[in-house]
């Protein structure tokens, strides 16, 4: 990948592999945490004053927007396409939310930590959606299964602050939104390290896009010489079509009574 070199890449990688660490502190502080629902109760509520974990879950939450930042500072220049300007904006502002969620703890500052939680859910849904495209055109198959997840991560924020949460409850709907962006940034931090090792097109070779254009061109190239030959041969049908037919010659004069087997080539010959 041009404007990137290995170190830089792994690198950024690595960060963005790293936020799944998001969901070994939450386990842990759940399981400390006396009967808390993952269905019933929002995330939020583990770095609490009432969570036994608070210091852990609300250091999560900090170091999870550095390490989405670090990422996509590192592995900006790997990103190309439309969706490059998109994932700068919204990841940026999902790393501040999850920030401000660490630093301004639910109770302390109930304004605030709602304006973090507000910018992480949906920068985190549309930033997914924008990495899609700007990974897309190295990768059909991880561009999809991004697109999927900020599909279903914007989605599941809308009926989150609509507070429509039916079965799966406020926590669940939260977690719902929540979740997709460490899975959808970790499954990018393989993807670019694992595409990378593919080897580059070499100078004046095509890429992906362009050969596809040559391919699309040539098809309808050869669609354009196919016509051209069938109207050619409809012209020619045409042409003999005014001359006299070769007369047809009656069953009856090939039939011999001496040997009514025979055919009218053997006949002939004798």
């Given at each position: 990948?041009?404007?990137?070199?290995?170190?830089?890449?792994?690198?950024?990688?690595?960060?963005?592999?790293?936020t799944?660490?998001?969901?070994?502190?939450?386990?842990?502080?759940?399981?400390?945490?006396?009967g808390?629902?993952?269905?019933?109760l929002?995330?939020?509520?583990?770095?609490?004053s009432?969570?036994?974990?608070?210091?852990?879950?609300?250091?999560?939450?900090?170091?999870?927007?550095?390490?989405?930042?670090g990422?996509?500072?590192?592995?900006?220049?790997?990103l190309?396409?439309?969706?490059?300007?998109?994932?700068?904006a919204?990841?940026?502002?999902?790393?501040?939310?999850?920030?401000?969620?660490?630093?301004?703890?639910?109770?302390?500052?109930?304004?605030?930590?709602?304006?973090?939680?507000?910018?992480?859910?949906?920068g985190?849904g549309?930033?997914?959606?924008?990495?899609?495209?700007?990974?897309r055109?190295?990768?059909?198959?991880?561009?999809?299964?991004?697109?999927?997840l900020?599909?279903?991560?914007?989605?599941m924020?809308?009926?989150?602050?609509?507070?429509?949460?039916?079965?799966?409850?406020?926590?669940?709907?939260?977690?719902?939104?929540?979740?997709?962006?460490?899975?959808?940034?970790?499954?990018?931090?393989?993807?670019?390290?694992?595409?990378?090792?593919?080897?580059?097109?070499?100078?004046?070779?095509?890429?992906?896009?362009?050969?596809?254009?040559?391919?699309?061109?040539?098809?309808?190239?050869?669609?354009?010489?196919?016509?051209?030959?069938?109207?050619?041969?409809?012209?020619?049908?045409?042409?003999?079509?005014?001359?006299?037919?070769?007369?047809?010659?009656?069953?009856?004069?090939?039939?011999?009574?001496?040997d009514?087997?025979?055919t009218?080539?053997r006949?002939?010959?004798?």
């Amino acid at each position: 990948m041009a404007g990137v070199t290995s170190v830089r890449l792994r690198l950024g990688a690595l960060l963005w592999l790293l936020t799944l660490q998001f969901f070994v502190v939450e386990a842990v502080a759940a399981a400390r945490y006396d009967g808390y629902s993952r269905t019933d109760l929002t995330i939020s509520l583990l770095g609490a004053s009432t969570s036994p974990a608070q210091v852990a879950m609300n250091v999560s939450f900090v170091a999870q927007g550095l390490l989405i930042a670090g990422g996509l500072l590192l592995l900006r220049p790997a990103l190309s396409g439309r969706g490059t300007s998109v994932v700068t904006a919204m990841l940026s502002a999902a790393a501040l939310g999850v920030i401000v969620v660490g630093t301004v703890p639910l109770g302390d500052g109930e304004t605030w930590h709602e304006l973090g939680a507000f910018l992480y859910l949906v920068g985190g849904g549309l930033g997914l959606i924008g990495l899609a495209y700007a990974v897309r055109h190295r990768s059909e198959a991880l561009g999809t299964i991004l697109v999927l997840l900020g599909l279903v991560a914007t989605a599941m924020t809308v009926f989150y602050l609509a507070a429509v949460t039916g079965y799966l409850g406020e926590g669940g709907t939260e977690r719902a939104a929540a979740y997709p962006l460490p899975v959808g940034l970790a499954l990018a931090a393989v993807g670019l390290v694992l595409l990378a090792r593919r080897p580059a097109p070499a100078d004046g070779e095509p890429d992906r896009r362009a050969r596809k254009e040559q391919e699309r061109a040539e098809r309808a190239r050869m669609a354009e010489e196919r016509d051209a030959a069938l109207e050619a041969a409809a012209a020619r049908a045409e042409g003999r079509g005014g001359r006299d037919p070769e007369p047809a010659r009656d069953a009856d004069d090939d039939f011999d009574p001496d040997d009514p087997w025979a055919t009218p080539r053997r006949r002939d010959d004798t």
